[in-house]
């Protein structure tokens, strides 16, 4: 994994294998997966994703790796963790962005028990983005209304409060849904009776 990597860093192959490598063989070292290790030395990766059964990983993940290392789906490869201001144009642009702590496998990584379980979660919220065309298209047109509204003056007082901007940081970077339940999460964190100045985001 680490000429892998050294490659993937090089340039010389792209976001999609490095993310299938690293999963496989982060899997298989967190999971003391012996079977697994075997796999890895005598047959190629995309079987492995095919053929193996990859305990308490959602079928979601797999596929959204799967259609990524296609070409499919449009996702991209990151050591850092993006701003969710990062992630929403990420999104707004129709792409998905993705995490892989390559150097610290053990520590938790934001909500997740640690980088394998980010790297995941973000499969999973890369299928729920991806998998359906009309969603995608819905999410893509949501995020990019947001985007554009963010240089005027709509959510500037409302930013300033901590726990509003909390929640609206999750509404933007970590929600992959459709538009009636972004409209009614908006209207929930949204005091009473000022939601008519955001319908507009869902017209």
């Known amino acids: 994994m680490e000429q892998t990597y050294r490659s993937w860093k090089a340039g010389d192959i792209s976001d999609s294998q490095m993310a299938m490598v690293y999963f496989i063989h982060r ?45 499919e789906w449009n996702l991209t490869l990151s050591e850092r963790i993006f701003t969710p201001y990062e ?14 702590r390559f150097n610290d496998t053990t520590s938790p990584v934001m909500h997740r ?38 240089e ?3 959510w500037k007082n409302r930013l300033q409060d901590k726990e509003f901007r909390e ?13 009636e339940h972004y409209k009614a999460y908006l209207r929930s964190i949204l005091p009473v009776g000022v939601f008519s100045q955001y319908e507009f985001l869902f017209e």
Not at 39 to 68: H, N, S, V
Not at 117 to 143: A, I
Request: aromatic letters at 16%.
């Open 87 to 100: 992630v929403l144009n990420f999104q707004a642009r129709g792409i998905r962005p993705v995490t892989m």
């Open 167 to 179: 929640k609206f940081y999750y509404m933007i970077s970590d929600m992959n849904s459709h538009r």
């Open 27 to 71: 899997f298989a070292i967190d999971n003391e997966d012996k079977k697994l290790k075997k796999l890895i030395r005598d047959i190629p990766y995309e079987q492995i994703l095919e053929k193996y059964q990859f305990k308490k990983i959602k079928g979601k993940a797999i596929t959204c790796l799967q259609k990524w290392i296609s070409g």
């Open 152 to 154: 005027t003056d709509l």
């Open 113 to 150: 028990k640690n980088s394998l379980d980010f790297f995941v979660h973000d499969l999973e919220h890369g299928y729920m983005f991806f998998h359906d065309e009309y969603l995608k298209q819905m999410q893509k047109t949501f995020f990019h209304r947001i985007e554009s509204s963010l």
